[in-house]
């Protein structure tokens, strides 16, 4: 498909405009945000999320006009933020290494959301644009329990592979990190898991670790339960309840928060915000079964 533009305005948001030079992901991750905006696209929530992939063949065209014009300022811009600009098939389009070397050419801060390994093959522009303006990586890993990857994340790259691209990114330079995102209640939530994941994230020299817990609205909520329900029936009755809107319990967030915070601290990782190591936790630590960690 052809589009009338890159930049997208948003509001409301830690950076002014988005870029997403796909629609839809082969990755096929069950609870993903970006399923809800399926039905705008006549398209399902569900197989067609993953099977039928939107390219924006001009997309590079368009954002070097748009970068060009003065009036657009230099406000962030948040890459790969509806849709991971480096699943498999940016191998063959090469959109998002058009994106970078335009960003480069007209340095605006970025960060750039993925789960795709392949953003290693462009950190030569990431080391470029690192040097003339903010630009920060932050590759998802929300865990590295390989049942839980196998069941939430079908077409994504296992979590150790994508935290050795970390590790790649870093070692050139990159600010990169990692995002534990979503945390899944009663897949991915428990500490055990958490501390295994956080510990395995600070193994990979990640240079800051971000978190959030998993919400649901729309064609992705449909989808999520309907995938809970036929692989998880014990578990999703619980997540409805869990889930009477599209947040968890602001009690039950903060608990997973946290417990994440303790291990943070205990593995000496940053959030994304923090420029310093964090001190070793001196609060108690969680003990084997946390009250309302599903």
């Known amino acids: 498909m052809t589009c009338r533009s890159a930049l997208n305005r948003v509001r409301g948001m830690p950076f002014g405009w988005t870029l997403n030079p796909y629609r839809g992901c082969t990755h096929g991750c069950h609870y993903c945000f970006a399923r809800r905006y399926q039905p705008h696209l006549e398209l399902d929530a569900g197989d067609e999320f993953a099977s039928v992939i939107l390219v924006k063949v001009n997309f590079v065209e368009m954002l070097r006009r748009e970068l060009a014009n003065p009036r657009r300022g230099r406000e962030p811009i948040g890459f790969g933020t509806a849709t991971d600009p480096y699943q498999p098939i940016e191998g063959r389009y090469r959109l998002s290494r058009g994106v970078l070397e335009a960003l480069v050419e007209r340095p605006s801060p970025v960060g750039l959301i993925t789960k795709g390994p392949m953003v290693v093959r462009d950190a030569d522009l990431l080391q470029d644009l690192s040097r003339r303006t903010d630009c920060t990586v932050h590759v998802s890993v929300p865990t590295v329990d390989e049942d839980a990857w196998a069941?939430?994340?079908p077409g994504a790259a296992h979590p150790l592979q994508r935290l050795r691209a970390v590790r790649a990114l870093a070692d050139r330079g990159i600010r990169a990190g990692v995002l534990v995102a979503p945390i899944v209640p009663g897949l991915t939530s428990h500490p055990a898991k958490l501390e295994r994941t956080v510990k395995a994230?600070?193994?990979?020299g990640a240079r800051f670790c971000g978190a959030a817990v998993m919400h649901l609205e729309g064609g992705t909520r449909e989808h999520f339960l309907r995938f809970l329900e036929r692989e998880f029936p014990d578990l999703a009755p619980r997540v409805d309840r869990l889930y009477a809107g599209k947040h968890a319990p602001r009690r039950y967030r903060d608990q997973v928060h946290g417990v994440l915070e303790l291990m943070r601290r205990r593995y000496r990782l940053p959030t994304r915000?923090?420029?310093?190591?964090?001190?070793?936790?001196?609060?108690?630590?969680?003990?084997?079964?946390?009250?309302?960690?599903?």
Do not use: C, M, W
């Open 151 to 153: 069941a939430l994340e």
């Open 273 to 294: 915000g923090g420029a310093k190591k964090a001190e070793a936790p001196s609060a108690p630590e969680p003990g084997p079964r946390q009250p309302g960690l599903l």
């Open 201 to 204: 994230i600070a193994d990979h």
